[in-house]
């Protein structure tokens, strides 16, 4: 660039032809980021509606609720990531399309409260807008990739394989809506289709993989962490509410407080204890075992924030449940996450003994937590015996898990 030329910052049209995923210094977007934040508003949603039922003890609705919400947004979120690493160009086209996909979060968002009334109800399943929402996104990933067909010879029959199943599934789910069937079938042409959306991508990549950077997507997992625990806080933040509208500034409301900020804070601590950048640099294979997995630890995070809320509810007395159960409502997503990321270090980097004991004592703790709750503790101070178990972990992992996984990573790197 000569002297005195202004340098050009439009967004004009790119090709699509997919990025160096050897790119260094490779982050997020600030596009990215934004996008992100719109499912704050769905993983907020979901949390209030099932501790909602929760509380009332609904469970089943609750819990299937949370299910079909939670990974109709994260499948959504994971798609868009995956692409935006291996494609993204960052012109006004890819940007104006992304802008359809987080209208279509908004609308999905907007869809959760009828899934859960329906399900209350226990003859059919009001996914309309739900759906509707989340078709679409995946319209627009499915424009997306017939655009890098379009562009790209080398990852065409890749994109088309792509764009191929999202066709597929997103005609299925318009099927659902238009027929509006009973509980039963619902529930088994949604199984169908999430089967069609999850086989899509591993039956794509096979031909040839799309360039994703390793380094990238791990950051981007990552960040989409950061955003659950959010509800964490949030959850925190209700449940502290309640007891000072019930008992003013106590001692107790200072403990829960501290508690629920140390689970939270605990729980991030753990995650990026897994090296996953350099893990799926190692091995590239590895990708759909852990970017799968991961729909089971975002849904455990958002769990543990609206358990939160149900020991708020409890403590107010509007719920209808034991003391017992508005513990296990957070003891419980606490221990599937523990399990998920554990299993995730075996997977990406070895199997290590002291996770393992760690895990496995922090779900000891937990139990304890739910049993003392059973026993008559209140549940402000069985959530402090829950919050050791993620404290513990972090702490010991501290001051003798970071040699093993200091030692680790120089295996994985070597080789």
């Not at 409260?113 to 399943?125: I, R």
Request: charge should be negative; charged fraction near 15%.
């Amino acid at each position: 660039m000569t002297a005195g030329t202004v340098p050009s910052v439009a967004h004009r049209i790119r090709r699509m032809t997919g990025r160096d995923h050897h790119e260094d210094g490779r982050t997020a977007s600030d596009l990215e980021l934004f996008f992100d934040l719109t499912f704050v508003v769905a993983f907020s949603v979901a949390g209030v509606q099932v501790a909602e039922y929760l509380a009332e003890g609904h469970y089943r609705t609750a819990v299937a609720g949370f299910l079909f919400s939670s990974f109709a947004t994260i499948w959504a979120w994971i798609n868009f990531s995956w692409f935006a690493s291996a494609f993204d160009t960052d012109d006004w086209v890819f940007r104006v399309v992304t802008m359809v996909q987080m209208g279509g979060v908004l609308v999905l968002s907007l869809g959760i409260a009828p899934v859960f009334e329906s399900l209350d109800s226990g003859d059919h399943l009001d996914n309309r807008v739900l759906v509707l929402g989340y078709v679409v996104m995946r319209v627009a990933m499915l424009v997306q990739w017939l655009r890098a067909a379009s562009q790209s010879e080398q990852y065409r029959r890749t994109c088309l394989t792509y764009a191929a199943a999202i066709l597929v599934a997103q005609v299925g789910w318009v099927v659902v809506i238009v027929l509006e069937m009973s509980l039963l079938p619902t529930a088994i042409a949604t199984v169908v289709l999430v089967g069609v959306e999850l086989a899509g991508p591993f039956v794509a990549e096979r031909r040839m993989p799309t360039p994703w950077h390793p380094h990238h997507i791990a950051e981007r997992y990552g960040l989409l962490a950061i955003i659950t625990l959010g509800e964490g806080i949030v959850g925190t933040a209700v449940a502290l509410q309640s007891v000072i509208a019930e008992q003013g500034w106590t001692v107790e409301t200072a403990v829960l407080g501290l508690a629920g900020v140390a689970i939270t804070f605990s729980l991030w601590w753990i995650y990026f204890v897994v090296p996953a950048g350099d893990a799926l640099e190692a091995d590239r294979s590895k990708c759909f075992a852990w970017g799968y997995s991961h729909i089971l630890v975002f849904m455990a995070i958002a769990a543990v924030g609206a358990g939160l809320h149900v020991a708020a509810l409890y403590l107010e007395h509007h719920a209808d449940i034991g003391a017992e159960v508005a513990v296990a409502a957070v003891a419980v997503p606490l221990a599937v996450y523990f399990v998920m990321l554990t299993l995730t270090y075996s997977y990406l980097v070895e199997f290590d003994v002291l996770n393992a004991a760690l895990t496995l004592a922090g779900l000891v703790i937990l139990g304890v937590a739910v049993a003392a709750a059973a026993a008559g503790m209140s549940v402000v101070w069985a959530l402090v015996v829950a919050a050791v178990a993620p404290v513990g972990i972090v702490a010991v992992d501290e001051a003798v898990g970071t040699r093993h996984r200091a030692e680790a990573l120089l295996r994985l790197r070597s080789g």
